[in-house]
């Protein structure tokens, strides 16, 4: 009886820690949300000197409190799910030991000012947490979206990179060293910055053939930067059908799963009601 007394309590905690679709679900990932925002802010706001001089015990008082936080977060987390080392070794579950680890080593360096770009890896925590009804379907039709069209997009960059390349040699012979072209790797660059539209301009054609290439570059850039976007809207547009929950399993966190998913479709294990 005790035994599924806990696991029942431990299934409550998972529903609440990992999932978004009952009300303290809802309540945990919003508080969890200012936490993550409110610490960032604090994080750059140390970076002011008059505001860290003036405020910084209240900064590092915030700071361990927010820490201590997320220590408590991450111990219920690998509590609550059937396999901790699935979660304590997923993208998230490392973000999440990072978001609070640097600043227990702080007091133990002079330097401790290089730990706030780590500290910053907090920001990632908050696509976990828009998974609420609102944002679920959005996320995951992204990310299918992005999956499904990353062959074509390879396929596409590929022939981007032997242009850049191609059009970087011939630049190169055109030019010459003395209009700035001085090797094939510093043509290609400039092959780049001009076919992307960026134009830094601090290689510039003189000859006439080499404008008349440069342009025909820049033409041509606006009409490769539509292709991936074209690719990518195609296969998001498939996609908007599908119906997705907030629902994690228990077991191996795995989530997207369909509003009337009972069992996880990656372990199979039974997923809570």
């Given at each position: ?27 945990f ?19 002011i ?12 008082i915030?700071?361990w409190?927010v ?7 991450y111990?219920?987390r ?27 080593f702080m ?6 000012q290089y730990?706030?770009?780590?500290r910053?890896f907090r920001l ?6 828009l ?9 995951k ?49 400039w092959?780049i ?5 960026v134009?830094y ?10 404008k ?26 498939r996609k908007?059908?599908e119906q997705?929950?907030?629902?994690s399993?228990?077991?191996?966190s795995r989530e ?8 996880c ?9």
């Amino acid at each position: 009886m005790q035994k599924s007394d806990n696991k029942s309590f431990r299934n409550k905690v998972h529903e609440i820690i990992f999932e978004a679709d009952t009300f303290y679900g809802k309540l945990f990932d919003i508080l969890l949300l200012v936490a993550i925002v409110s610490s960032l802010i604090a994080v750059m706001l140390e970076s002011i000197n008059s505001f860290q001089q003036k405020y910084g015990t209240i900064l590092r008082i915030f700071e361990w409190t927010v820490t201590i936080l997320f220590t408590i977060e991450y111990l219920l987390r690998i509590y609550a799910i059937g396999k901790p080392w699935k979660y304590i070794f997923s993208f998230y579950g490392i973000i999440d030991f990072i978001s609070f680890v640097p600043t227990y080593f702080m007091p133990l360096f002079n330097q401790s000012q290089y730990f706030v770009v780590v500290r910053t890896f907090r920001l990632l925590r908050v696509f976990r947490i828009l998974k609420l009804a609102r944002y679920v379907r959005g996320s995951k039709v992204l990310v299918t979206a992005l999956k499904q069209s990353r062959g074509k997009i390879v396929v596409f960059l590929t022939a981007v990179l032997t242009l850049v390349i191609f059009m970087g040699t011939l630049m190169y012979l055109v030019e010459g060293k003395t209009n700035g072209f001085t090797s094939i790797p510093q043509s290609i660059y400039w092959a780049i910055v001009t076919l992307t539209t960026v134009g830094y301009g601090d290689i510039v054609p003189h000859t006439v053939l080499g404008k008349f290439l440069a342009s025909f570059i820049m033409i041509l850039g606006y009409g490769i930067i539509a292709v991936p976007t074209g690719i990518f809207a195609a296969e998001f547009a498939r996609k908007t059908d599908e119906q997705i929950s907030t629902q994690s399993c228990p077991d191996c966190s795995r989530e997207g799963h369909e509003i009337d998913a009972e069992f996880c479709k990656k372990c199979g294990a039974e997923l809570n009601p």
